[in-house]
């Protein structure tokens, strides 16, 4: 499932595009949008960062809209859905597919650290926890999109819901304190008790790790929304599985 998605990724110019607009949108906001760089004069990738969730908020679902929409369209989910493999398998085969040509996207980002080397002497302790950010934001925000793709045939609606999907667990923790001080104390409460305070959210965790502060309470966060939304994907298909069965029999 994972060759199989990856090649069908490279073989036509959709990745490549991808990779290209992602690597120049990136190389514009770090030198480019507005004079923050150049007024810092700091060899580190804080006006990237300024921007980078809202960056991933519009290009994970892209990346995903096809995922499983493409497949339900084309009228492949049938052989998905018999091919000799778990629906884990399935799952984790085309959500590595789709990390993989992340962290490409991820690697040729790089040129932006040696652009960086070039003017000035950045912190590599710094530097890595910026990737390391963008990394684990990126693939829980994937995981998400593929939920979203699940749940149409349309590769347009898969992108809106991507987005709105991604939007609200980035800003989980601003939800949680609106719905708080509008006046709803109780439901604010649950949240916070469940783990959806003021510092929960995709964009807090993001902030937090691109800042340099690593902690293990954050790596778990992000770990854990991608493990629950691939958790939810499989459900997703175990219902499909019931679905297919149920027309067989009739």
Not at 38 to 55: D, H, I, M, V
Not at 165 to 188: D, E, K, P, R
Not at 217 to 227: E, K, R
Request: aromatic letters at 14%; proline letters at 3%; glycine letters at 8%.
């Amino acid at each position: 499932v994972f060759r199989k998605n990856f090649k069908a990724s490279f073989s036509n110019p959709t990745a490549y595009v991808f990779i290209t607009i992602f690597i120049v949108t990136c190389s514009v906001f770090q030198f480019s949008w507005g004079d923050l760089f150049f007024r810092e004069n700091l060899a580190e990738l804080g006006p990237l960062n300024n921007s980078f969730p809202f960056l991933l908020l519009f290009f994970i679902p892209v990346l995903t809209m096809n995922s499983w929409a493409e497949e339900r369209k084309l009228g492949t989910e049938e052989f998905m859905l018999t091919l000799p493999a778990t629906d884990l398998e399935v799952i984790l085969g085309k959500y590595f597919a789709l990390l993989a040509t992340y962290v490409a996207s991820l690697a040729f980002s790089l040129t932006l650290v040696f652009v960086l080397s070039s003017l000035g002497s950045p912190d590599g302790g710094l530097i890595f926890a910026n990737y390391l950010a963008y990394f684990l934001t990126g693939a829980a925000m994937l995981s998400i999109g593929i939920v979203a793709s699940m749940m149409t045939a349309n590769s347009t609606i898969a992108f809106i819901l991507g987005v709105v999907f991604n939007a609200i667990f980035m800003y989980l923790g601003h939800i949680a304190s609106v719905i708080s001080s509008a006046g709803f104390s109780g439901l604010g409460s649950f949240l916070e008790s469940i783990g959806f305070g003021e510092k929960s959210g995709l964009l807090n965790q993001f902030e937090e790790l691109a800042s340099g502060v690593v902690t293990l309470p954050g790596l778990i966060y992000l770990i854990s929304v991608t493990a629950i939304m691939l958790y939810l994907s499989m459900v997703l298909i175990g219902r499909r599985h019931w679905v297919h069965g149920s027309l067989g029999t009739s």
